[in-house]
């Protein structure tokens, strides 16, 4: 597929997905959703990507929800079939099986930051600022940010934010736990791109199943979540990667893996 809204690059094992219209503040338009979908069925089938970056063009927003401007002139039922690719969209990126980093480099709002939250965690630029503000426009975070803001930062903090629409920095969403690290917004790539590297210098069949012992097994009581552990790691066992790792650790060298 020819992406005009998405730009998708590759380093080595790692896939950067950038949001790639600057001038409209990384809205999202239906175009825009329908080549998240497209891109991340291909960085999923692409056995040479083990783990991948979510970030953005441009230094002013990672995203700033959905293209207002486009649902001016549509009818309401365009606008249901809008909403429907939408939750498709979003649901894509929390359910993506590899390791997917958001780097965070400006406004993320609204559906932008809903983008982050289905990200397995968040980098953020010094200027990057983070909100749901929709009951301000009388309806309510809707890509996932009433289920995983709670998840992420906590019951009652998750209401604050969201039933006051208010707009937090960086610093605090480091302090509340909605980003992992801050850093200046010269470095945000560096940084992710050196967490990547330590993410995927690991096996990636190991990778997509701890990330589904984790996303599944926190929902579920421990006796269960133990037994989801050991079917993962089942899964894991008897690959050629493991073969590889314990035969490069005996000779004391870098393992290669394959995925398989």
């Known amino acids: 597929m020819q992406y005009e809204n998405i730009k998708l690059t590759r380093d080595g094992h790692i896939a950067v997905m950038t949001f790639n219209r600057p001038q409209a503040m990384n809205a999202i338009s239906t175009q825009t959703a329908r080549e998240i979908l497209a891109a991340l069925e291909e960085l999923e089938q692409d056995d040479e990507v083990f783990a991948a970056v979510f970030t953005a063009a441009g230094d002013r927003a990672f995203c700033v ?15 249901k079939k809008q909403r429907a690719l939408f939750v498709r969209a979003f649901t894509a990126v929390a359910e993506f099986p590899k390791p997917l980093i958001a780097a965070v480099n400006g406004f993320a709002l609204g559906g932008g930051c809903e983008f982050a939250l289905c990200c397995d965690f968040i980098i953020a630029s010094e200027q990057a600022a983070f909100g749901l503000p929709e009951v301000g426009l009388a309806i309510i975070p809707g890509g996932g940010g009433t289920q995983l803001m709670p998840r992420v930062i906590g019951r009652n903090k998750a209401k604050e934010l969201i039933f006051t629409g208010r707009r937090i920095s960086a610093a605090e969403a480091y302090d509340i736990g909605l980003a992992n690290h801050v850093v200046p917004a010269d470095k945000l790539m560096e940084k992710t791109m050196e967490i990547m590297r330590e993410i995927t ?30 079917e993962c790691y089942n899964v894991c066992l008897t690959t050629e990667d493991r073969d590889e790792g314990l035969l490069a650790f005996n000779e004391k060298r870098k393992p290669v893996y394959k995925g398989r």
């Open 65 to 79: 929800g959905a293209d207002l401007k486009e649902r001016k002139t549509m009818t309401r039922e365009e606008m």
């Open 201 to 230: 210098k690991n096996g990636p069949v190991a990778l997509r199943q701890a990330k589904r012992s984790i996303n599944l097994g926190v929902e579920l009581e421990l006796h269960t979540a133990l037994a989801l552990e050991a």
